[in-house]
Structures are given as C-alpha cells and as structure tokens.
C-alpha cells in the first residue's frame, strides 16, 4: 500500500507555532484509516517547543535555505535554519524508509509549503516558493501537495496505484 506523508498540523496535532492546530480533513481521515498516513511536523521533529516564533524566509524558498543560501529567522531575529533542516531531513528520511511519492503539506509554512510561503517581512505577504522541508522533498522526486490540494492528491494516489 503507498504510504502519504502529511504534516501532524493538518491531522488536527496542536503543534503550529502559535500552539493551534489546522483541520481535521475527511480525506486525511480516510487516509488515516486506510494505514497509509505517516505523520512529521517537521519544525518540532528539528527540536523546536511550541509555541514557538514565528519563523520566514526572506525571500521564501526554502530551496536557498538547503543550498546554504538562506536562512530561516524567527520575528525576533533568530536563526533557526539548522532545526528546520534537521526536521527536513527526518522528512526525508520518512519518505525513504517507507517508499513515499506524495506528501500532503501545510500550505504556506516556511516549512511546509508547497506553492507559497511568507517573504520574510513579517508582514503577510505571500511569495512563489516552497518551504524548506517542501523543497527537499520535491527534490527526491516527491510530489507535494496542500491540503488545499486534496482532490489533486487523491488523484495522484489513484495513479499510483494502477
Ligand atoms: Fe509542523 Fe509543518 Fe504544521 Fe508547521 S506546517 S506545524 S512545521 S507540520
């Protein structure tokens, strides 16, 4: 049975940096019942508390970040990279270990997101770009999705499966 990474957030675990949770979502759900979820914050996997600050990219692609480019800093100026990219790659390691090809993500995390994520500024603005953890799934050939996405990321199973 393919197995689908999803962030713990989405599964309704309260580990969002403000201490919330997102969802829950039916077809997360269904998935959990099936035995096909593997579950990974990746920020508290890289031994972050939560809550916790929050944290951007300037820029927002956690690409950069892997390439050493970047970095990831908290609202108070804080480095944070090395934890985000030990949790990406505790991802990454998941993926492996179980033979994952999609993952459903958190959209817009610094960590999780897909499509966009924060600039950096603090200030709600959204920019093309993928979170670190996103970034390096996608990089080993994982097809990432959102829970805005979920339809797509059915479709995606179903293919995989024939
Ligand atoms: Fe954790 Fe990712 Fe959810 Fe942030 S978006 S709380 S890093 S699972």
Known sequence: MHKILVSRCLLGHRVRYDGG????????AHWQAEGRVVALCPEVAGGLP???????IPGGQGSEVLDGRAQVLTSDGE???GEF????????ALVQRHGIRIAVLKAHSPSCGNVL???GS??????????????LLARHGVQVFSELQLPEAAAALASLAQ
């Open 117 to 119: 994520t924060y600039d």
């Open 85 to 92: 990219l030990d949790g990406a790659r505790q991802a990454l």
């Open 79 to 81: 480095d944070v990279s």
């Open 122 to 135: 603090f200030g709600g603005i959204k920019v093309q770009g993928a979170g670190v953890t996103a970034a």
């Open 50 to 56: 939560t809550p916790r600050a929050a944290a951007e």
């Open 21 to 28: 949770a997102s969802g829950p979502f039916d077809q997360l």
